[in-house]
């Protein structure tokens, strides 16, 4: 326990020796960084297996023909092999995928980073700032989740029209771009996550309270960030009750260009799920991309300078 | 480094945002509120569901109206469409110039009729049959939208499995121990203990829900009082002699409810002979029933004839340009276009002149051994009379009656006896 | 819940907490308008967002539910509590609650369990890290469409692959859509399939920010793995357990699209086996048009979505004040804050605040 942080390292024996010292910890076999026994990895196993058991029942659906599913219900475990064919015909599909993803895309990236942002403002001040009136107005915050979306909409609709935005995709960014979610969120983790010496020892250094917030609280709360950054995105990228009542099928969001699919007396269950796959496989780049960054995340927060 | 990098990161938020909200939400689509007609440009919007089939008809119309520009807003499934339709009517904006609307809203329409243009004219006098445009008729004789196509219904039944049951197989012989020209519901069930007693394994027909449709679909005043709009669905013999015939036939029903998975694999394991079959209602009996063999259609209804489903063409008094959406809505609605439209869709089309068409008359289904479709629903439609009156707690009404059903045919969880109760809670609940 | 979710935990603590900001106030030059205005600044967009998205339909449904009003025709009389005396004397209601919280019971309880054990499994040091943080968040990204187009096949009567699955060891079959107990079994396990792995990443989120020597100090005094667990990482990430309950309190008592999606018509049942308080909400005001009514549910669920969440709170503050092991994490917290404080004075004498202010988490030796 007498040995400098890394970021002491950091500072006063500059970047490389700092990596050292991490890789140096990495290695080093104090109780919590022993390698965890097989059952850890067995039971993980089983619950990811579970966990991706209907995202692959999707997949077999997508590889077969119509009438293979009509035949058997439950396919077999093996994909067949009509999944491109299925492809094309979700492009031949009389469906502008170009700008519905792109549309989608601007959502799920504004309303990322937008969440992101306010949330972690607000939760940095509900957590660690002291304020008149902060416990009622957290309260107030967790209890506005507590109204029942289902009956919003016919009064969001009206805010909508009034604001001549029905159609326009800041129809579905603006009520989404702070989120009470959000704000608890981060309000609780950078309580347990932020010691208050160091927003006073920035204070006392003379940061304003701005600066305060974006060196000391933002990088603290980056792997919260992080995660909520990604769960926004996903929410946002499935999303389909309110951009379909609000945008049309004009200026649509990718789920609901993709319900087209669904047109008809008869469910084309291989379109449908070709589409339903289609729309996933950017969510499934963001997850190698994102996945790497939440495990890195506490590691960069802390060496990175 | 650090300071710069971070400053060029909040300029290019900064920036994005700008030009986020300065350009790239609008898509391009200014709702019907924003056109402007100086020039006697317009741009009239279009709503649909399904498949209209009006792509190509929507083109056309444009080339030949030059000052008229056609958005066209399409929804995937009907209930899509209706939760946008309600909260816009709710919201008292934002629905289009020409609305397609399916017959199931029509009785919210009519309660609501202020909400939308009559559409009468003489340029569709004679256009459809009477019973078509009642439906969309108000009290006071208004006409609230163009029908499109109808869901004229008839039976279809499994050859192969009425021949392991000794019954007779080609479709007109069907039709005759149907009844003919004068089936009833009687001849109906009868013909199902004749299959059911041969014991062969399936049952007669899928689902008691299903029949209790096609049969309500008959009655003229089924739940409410078209004059006092007092609800009398609880006293009307009909609708309690269509429960009890129905549900006495239990042992003939395979006990499944229409839509769900069950009900859907039913069709690959042979599980029953007969289904009330609306025009629209064949593509899944061939979709669910890919390798499977015999379906065919015979050219009879019990108790004459039965429309279910169908769809309209709606202008709200929202929209700006009332007169031109009302043109469209015509010209769409033509026979000519209604045939162009049944090509791509396969919809039964509505117009008395489309039916008699040597287009449809001439059309066979291959899936259904080779049936004459068109000739058999043209014949189908001319035998429909009346279509149910539906008031504005029709569907509640009518829900409450298929949970009863279901209890009892699906669940077997009540007897029709006590399942009938939980319909009367169920009415009593609309208070 | 405000004395719940502010920082201060124990007196020791709170008197710590209290002390910061006022020495933050003398100690520096720094304008005291910046450290008054500030905080309201920070969380202001939520509010003026919230008043402009949030608060007008709040408002609007309270006037509705004060009113005879259809959905498409608008308002009508105004009937006082009318509305409210009718769905309170409606068994429809009663039902519908008695299935919210059958549901919300089997998914919630179990869910944040597994949740938190998962967690505590992906925290330690994996190999493939990336593989299986990601893994658990799978079912998140499958659009709701497939979700309930794949559990309606799995759980049919009939044909579904679960009932023939129990016929394969010798177990009748199950009426997943007809006995109202199991229809809920089916809807739950539908919500965690959906939400476990999400919980469970947020509560490593958490995990992840508590220093690893913490867990050192306790393996040198002989503490098993599961004692750490329950004395250390338990109450370490307890304002995020907090949150994670609330919300799926919230989110359990909302359920609406898993019910929703159930079977076609959608409604709850033949039976009303699965309708949910939200599941009548829409059908009183969509399918019935009585938009008053389905507003007047609408407040009594958020009500009654309150009282849960009061008594959540009040729960979590009993279980956690008769528990002895958080003695223990609040001695580490001190042990935890001593250093920091060591370390924010090392920190002072460098020239640049900014750098090293991300240090407290850097204490994870990962």
């Not at chain 3, 497939?146 to 799995?154: E, H, I, N, R």
């Not at chain 3, 809920?184 to 939400?195: C, E, K, L």
């Not at chain 3, 086996?273 to 005001?285: A, N, P």
Request: aromatic share 12%; net charge negative; glycine share 8%.
């Amino acid at each position: 326990m007498s040995a400098p942080s890394v970021p002491v390292i950091a500072q006063t024996a500059g970047k490389g020796a700092a990596r050292a010292a991490q890789r140096k910890r990495n290695k080093s076999h104090g109780g919590a960084d022993r390698r965890p026994g097989w059952v850890t990895y067995v039971v993980l196993g089983a619950f990811i297996l579970i966990s991706a058991y209907p995202l692959y029942f999707t997949f077999l659906l997508s590889s077969s023909t119509s009438a293979e599913v009509a035949q058997n219900p439950v396919p077999s475990l093996i994909p067949g092999g009509e999944f491109f064919t299925n492809l094309q015909r979700v492009f031949d599909a009389d469906i502008d995928l170009v700008k519905a993803t792109g549309n989608s895309l601007i959502v799920a990236v504004v309303t990322s980073l937008s969440v992101v942002f306010f949330s972690t403002l607000a939760g940095y001040s509900f957590s660690k700032l002291r304020f008149r009136g902060r416990g009622p107005l957290l309260v107030f915050v967790i209890a506005t989740m507590a109204v029942p979306t289902q009956l919003g909409v016919v009064p969001l609709y009206i805010v909508m029209r009034q604001l001549g935005l029905t159609g326009n995709l800041l129809a579905v960014i603006l009520p989404a771009m702070v989120t009470a979610f959000g704000v608890f969120w981060m309000t609780q983790y950078l309580d347990s996550a932020l010691p208050y010496e160091l927003i006073e020892a920035a204070r006392v250094d003379g940061a304003s309270m701005f600066r305060t917030f974006w060196s000391v609280a933002l990088p603290a709360a980056r792997p919260a960030a992080a995660m909520l950054a990604l769960f926004t995105f996903i929410t946002s990228w499935t999303n389909f009750f309110w951009p379909s009542i609000v945008l049309g099928t004009q200026n649509p969001t990718l789920p609901v260009a993709l319900k087209l699919l669904q047109a008809g007396f008869f469910q084309d269950l291989p379109l449908i799920m070709a589409g339903v796959v289609l729309s996933i496989i950017p969510l499934l780049l963001l997850f190698v991309a994102a996945g790497r960054q939440l495990v890195a995340g506490i590691m960069a927060g802390a060496v990175k300078g | 480094m650090r300071r710069s990098t971070r400053k060029t990161w909040v300029a290019v938020a900064g920036a994005a945002s700008v030009a986020l909200l300065a350009t790239a939400c609008g898509g391009g689509s200014d709702d019907a509120a924003g056109d402007g007609d100086s020039d006697g440009q317009i741009t009239l919007t279009i709503s649909t569901f399904n498949q209209f089939g009006y792509e190509d008809l929507l083109k056309q119309y444009e080339e030949e109206h030059p000052n008229i520009k056609i958005e066209h807003n399409k929804f995937g499934k009907s209930d899509d469409a209706k939760e946008q339709f309600q909260t816009a009517l709710g919201a008292g904006s934002g629905l289009a110039d020409v609305v397609g609307v399916e017959v199931d809203w029509l009785p919210q329409m009519i309660q609501y009729s202020d909400q939308f243009t009559d559409l009468t004219s003489d340029s569709v006098e004679g256009r459809w049959n009477k019973w078509t445009t009642d439906q969309a008729t108000t009290p006071d004789g208004a006409l609230l939208g163009y029908p499109t196509d109808i869901g004229p219904e008839a039976i279809a039944y499994r050859s192969d499995l009425f021949a392991a049951a000794g019954l007779p197989t080609d479709r007109e012989a069907v039709a005759e121990l149907f009844g003919g020209d004068d089936a009833t519901w009687e001849d109906f069930f009868a013909v199902g203990d004749q299959f059911m007693a041969a014991g062969t394994g399936p049952a007669f027909f899928d689902s008691a829900d299903a029949l209790a449709q096609g049969w309500i679909n008959q009655v003229e005043v089924p739940f409410e009082d078209p004059d006092s709009g007092e609800i009398i669905a609880l006293d009307n013999p009909d609708i309690r002699e269509i429960y009890d015939t129905i549900l006495s036939h239990e042992d003939q029903s395979a006990g499944l409810k229409q839509w769900e998975a069950d009900w859907t694999s039913a069709f690959q394991s042979d599980a029953f002979a007969v289904a009330l079959a609306p025009a629209w209602f064949l593509g899944n009996i061939e979709g669910n029933s890919a390798g499977v063999e015999g379906w065919d259609i015979a050219n009879v209804f019990p108790g004459g004839g039965g429309n279910w489903g169908g769809s309209f063409l709606a202008v709200p008094t929202m929209s700006k340009h009332p007169k031109e959406a009302q043109e469209l809505a015509d010209w769409l609605t033509a026979p000519e276009q209604q045939l162009a439209a049944f090509a791509v869709n396969g919809n039964f089309p509505s117009q008395i002149e489309a039916q008699q068409s040597d287009e449809l008359q001439g059309m066979t289904r291959e899936f259904f051994n080779d049936a004459p479709t068109g000739q058999i629903y043209t014949d189908r439609a001319a035998a429909i009379s009346v279509a149910p009156y539906k008031g504005e707690n029709y569907f509640t009404i009518r829900s409450g009656l298929s949970d009863a059903f279901n209890r009892v045919d699906v669940d077997k969880s009540m007897t029709p006896e006590e399942s009938w109760k939980g319909f009367e809670d169920a009415v009593a609940a609309i208070g | 819940m405000a004395t719940q979710t502010a920082p201060p935990r124990g007196a020791a603590p709170r008197s710590d907490d209290d002390r910061a900001p006022r020495k933050i106030g003398f100690k520096q030059t720094l304008g005291r308008w910046d450290v008054k205005v500030s905080p309201y600044l920070y969380i202001s967009p939520f509010f003026l967002l919230f008043a402009v998205v949030g608060l007008f339909p709040l408002l609007y449904t309270g006037w509705v539910s004060l009113h005879e009003w259809s959905l498409i025709g608008g308002q009508g009389d105004f009937v006082g509590f009318d509305n409210f005396t009718f769905v309170l004397g409606q068994t429809f209601f009663w039902k519908a609650l008695r299935n919210t919280l059958s549901i919300f019971l089997l998914s919630t309880v179990p869910q944040v369990i597994v949740a938190l054990v998962i967690a505590a499994m992906l925290d330690a040091n994996l190999r493939a890290k990336t593989f299986w943080r990601m893994g658990v968040l799978l079912p998140y990204v499958v659009a709701p469409v497939a979700v309930g187009l794949v559990f309606s096949q799995m759980f049919a009567d009939g044909s579904g692959m679960i009932n023939s699955l129990l016929g394969q060891i010798g177990i009748d079959p199950i009426g997943w859509h007809k006995d109202a107990f199991a229809s809920h079994i089916a809807i739950a396990s539908m919500v965690n399939f959906r939400w476990t792995g999400y919980n469970a990443l947020i509560l490593l989120a958490a995990m992840q920010a508590i220093p690893r020597d913490m867990y050192e100090a306790a393996t040198l005094d002989g503490a098993t793995r599961i004692r750490q667990f329950f004395s250390i990482t338990v109450p370490m990430v307890r304002p995020t357990m907090i949150f994670v309950i609330l919300t799926s309190t919230i989110g359990g008592l909302q359920i609406f699209d898993e019910p929703r999606m159930y079977d076609a018509t959608g409604l709850g049942g033949s039976n009303g086996q699965w309708k949910t308080v939200t599941l009548y909400l829409y059908e009183l005001g969509w399918n019935k048009q009585q938009l008053g009514r389905a507003a007047a549910v609408a407040w009594l669920l958020f009500l009654i979505i309150i009282l849960f969440a009061l008594l959540n709170n009040f729960l979590t503050r009993k279980i956690a004040s008769a528990d002895d092991m958080s003695r223990k994490a609040k001695a580490a917290r001190r042990e935890t804050r001593r250093r920091s404080r060591d370390l924010a004075r090392r920190v002072k004498q460098t020239s640049d605040a900014a750098v090293p202010a991300a240090a407290p988490i850097e204490v994870d030796p990962r």
